[in-house]
């Protein structure tokens, strides 16, 4: 029933910056934290950021320093701002929405977008 509409994913040189959006097509009453997972290919599933609906944030340490995330003041919207970008930072970017506070899993993310591109260039 609920679906996740990413964007703002593209192409940028390294150094450079872009912001990622997600946006749920209905408001999730139940619902313990927001955030966002990558994959390159090749490359193990990481979790990169996220954020409690109590408004805590925590984010990998490879990220750390360069990302942020934020949500809107309803339920339903992301964002992860990105700056500093280095070509390791390509990957598949996946919003995702869980009852889980860390969105562990398998059972802790109960929502997923279908992914947004980022790539970055040398």
């Known amino acids: 029933q609920v679906q996740l509409v990413e964007s703002g994913g593209g192409l940028v040189q390294a150094g450079g910056s872009l912001r990622l959006s997600c946006a749920a097509s209905?408001?999730?009453?139940?619902?313990?934290?927001m955030g966002w997972y990558r994959q390159a290919p090749g490359k193990e599933r990481e979790l990169v950021a996220t954020?409690?609906?109590?408004?805590?944030?925590n984010y990998a340490d490879s990220v750390k320093g360069r990302f942020n995330i934020s949500r809107a003041n309803g339920r339903n919207t992301v964002y992860l701002q990105m700056s500093g970008l280095k070509p390791e930072d390509t990957a598949v970017y996946f919003c995702?929405?869980?009852?889980?506070?860390?969105?562990?899993?398998?059972?802790?993310?109960?929502?997923w977008g279908k992914g947004t591109l980022v790539t970055v260039s040398a």
């Open positions: 995702v929405f869980g009852g889980d506070g860390r969105l562990s899993l398998p059972g802790g993310v109960d929502y």
């Open positions: 954020i409690t609906s109590g408004g805590y944030t």
């Open positions: 209905r408001n999730i009453f139940i619902l313990k934290a």
